[in-house]
């Protein structure tokens, strides 16, 4: 059974750093793209950052270019968001999700691609 459980979660103040992790396990891990959404209170669950299998091709949500790095070690079934420059605006539970479908070397963008999700972790950016 797939299981990705996210840490690295908190409280810190506006320009403040995070990361994020999500650890993986009952997948064979390396073979699959995996990906960072977010959701905030009252609003839909949207995409900010997605890697594929092998890392060399990652993509950003417009909001966060510059700020947040996704990345990856296959060794310790392990995916990190690494997020800079923070904003009131990226306060959300962040989820991470790996998908299904073994790898090639694009990344996915969109809910529907990802087939297991974690259970999330708090964000709060404070101003």
């Known amino acids: 059974q797939v299981q990705l459980i996210e840490s690295g979660g908190g409280l810190v103040q506006a320009g403040g750093s995070l990361r994020l992790s999500c650890a993986a396990s009952?997948?064979?891990?390396?073979?699959?793209?995996m990906a960072w959404f977010r959701q905030a209170p009252g609003k839909e669950r949207d995409f900010v950052a997605a890697?594929?299998?092998?890392?060399?091709?990652?993509g950003y949500a417009d909001s966060v270019k510059g700020r947040f790095t996704i990345s990856r070690d296959n060794a310790k079934n392990t995916v990190y968001l690494q997020m800079n420059s923070l904003k009131p605006e990226d306060t959300a539970v962040y989820y991470c999700?790996?998908?299904?479908?073994?790898?090639?070397?694009?990344?996915?963008?969109?809910?529907?691609?990802?087939?297991?999700w974690g259970q999330g972790t708090q964000v709060t950016v404070s101003s």
């Open positions: 009952g997948h064979t891990f390396s073979r699959y793209a």
């Open positions: 890697i594929s299998w092998s890392g060399g091709n990652t």
């Open positions: 999700a790996i998908r299904s479908t073994a790898g090639n070397t694009y990344y996915y963008t969109t809910i529907a691609n990802y087939a297991y």
